[in-house]
């Protein structure tokens, strides 16, 4: 984008023009208080500004990978090959020139193939595997559309920075549940279904013989709704205390034609009804909750004999220093700064774990709620997430 650029008044006639004087180019930055600017390294000023530079890249191109979701781009290009911006638009009846911009776009971010002599454009299996299928094991595409709630909702957490409080995930533009449930949904299939529940030790027998399961913090409902479409013979009631969640679950459970195998309440985490469960799960919940060792005490008031609590949680390490290597810590202290740590500290309690609590920190707030049989399961299938099976 050009700089904007001042008109100058016209001279009188007969007024000399008087020659502007150039602004001098600071070899050092401004100092925003006046005082003697800082000596500044040179390399490593060009190298946060090439970082902050393509960090700004990152954040342009999001709407466009959203754009591409919602009007099927990445869909129609995944195993077609090469594909000109001619031949995509007709493909999809979409317009040539917004989708010629859109390609050149997308594929300067690094997410198309591109061939100069032809001027076609590819989705290589590779992308089409995160970027246009669902079903996939490694869709991400699902976490794009959330993003527009974080920026929806950001006044209200720069008010929370001033003077407390918090809100709950009910309370936040609803593109973020939204996004949360088509995230998780290959992480839940071919996770938590597959490999992560039946990683506790003895459930599957019990699942497939007829179980009691409480999801707890079920928000939409899809792991409730999976557990029960997995082991028909079970039975699983999801706690959520929001009631919009509820409703959505209730409605998706109807949809799915679970016929009562997966109901939905609205209740807190510390006080959901019930006992004799065989399985309760805390699936990407327990960091959210006030009072996380009420809810592990209630959960250990509510089991069967012999029932065990599988909780699942986002990769963290236990030492702040060591989540620089973490893949998943600057997705996770971003959404606990956002949403996780507000959604605690709105409620009664207010512990605010955050997002990024890390094992040993869960370890003490499952033994202090009762549960000190914990052992980590599932090491393999969840790269990203923490799995601890806890029994009394």
Do not use: K
Request: charged share 20%.
């Amino acid at each position: 984008m050009a700089p904007a650029t001042e008109t100058a008044a016209p001279a009188e006639a007969g007024t000399p023009t008087p020659t502007p004087t150039p602004t001098p180019i600071p070899t050092e930055p401004a100092s925003p208080t006046g005082s003697t600017p800082p000596t500044v390294d040179p390399d490593r000023l060009e190298a946060a500004v090439g970082h902050v530079f393509g960090e700004l890249g990152v954040n342009c191109t999001a709407p466009l990978i959203v754009l591409g979701d919602r009007l099927g781009l990445f869909r129609t290009m995944a195993g077609a090959g090469p594909l000109t911006s001619a031949e995509l638009a007709a493909r999809t009846g979409l317009v040539e020139r917004y989708v010629r911009e859109w390609l050149r776009g997308v594929a300067v971010a690094g997410y198309l193939d591109h061939d100069p002599a032809t001027d076609g454009f590819t989705l290589t299996d590779e992308y089409a595997a995160v970027l246009a299928d669902d079903g996939s094991p490694t869709a991400l595409i699902g976490v794009f559309p959330g993003l527009i709630a974080l920026w929806a909702d950001l006044d209200r957490i720069e008010g929370f920075f001033r003077t407390g409080g918090g809100m709950g995930w009910g309370e936040h533009h609803p593109a973020l549940g939204l996004a949360q449930e088509r995230f998780t949904r290959p992480a839940y299939v071919h996770g938590l279904i597959a490999a992560w529940i039946p990683a506790v030790e003895g459930i599957v027998p019990r699942l497939d013989a007829g179980a009691r399961v409480a999801d707890v913090g079920c928000g939409h409902g899809l792991s409730s709704i999976l557990i029960a479409q997995r082991w028909p013979r079970s039975t699983v009631v999801g706690f959520d205390p929001d009631d919009a969640a509820v409703a959505r679950a209730r409605a998706s459970a109807a949809e799915a034609g679970l016929d009562g195998r997966a109901v939905f309440e609205v209740a807190d985490a510390a006080g959901y009804p019930g006992d004799g469960y065989d399985l309760i799960t805390f699936t990407d919940s327990l960091h959210d909750m006030g009072d996380p060792v009420a809810a592990v005490a209630h959960a250990r008031a509510a089991l069967a004999a012999d029932g065990a609590v599988l909780v699942v949680e986002p990769l963290a390490a236990d030492r702040f220093a060591d989540d620089f290597a973490n893949p998943y810590a600057r997705v996770g202290y971003a959404i606990s700064t956002l949403v996780c740590t507000p959604s605690s500290l709105a409620q009664t309690g207010a512990a605010a774990l955050g997002t990024m609590a890390g094992e040993a920190r869960l370890r003490e707030v499952l033994a202090a709620g009762g549960l000190t049989r914990v052992r980590r399961i599932a090491e393999d299938s969840a790269p990203l997430n923490i799995l601890l099976e806890a029994r009394p």
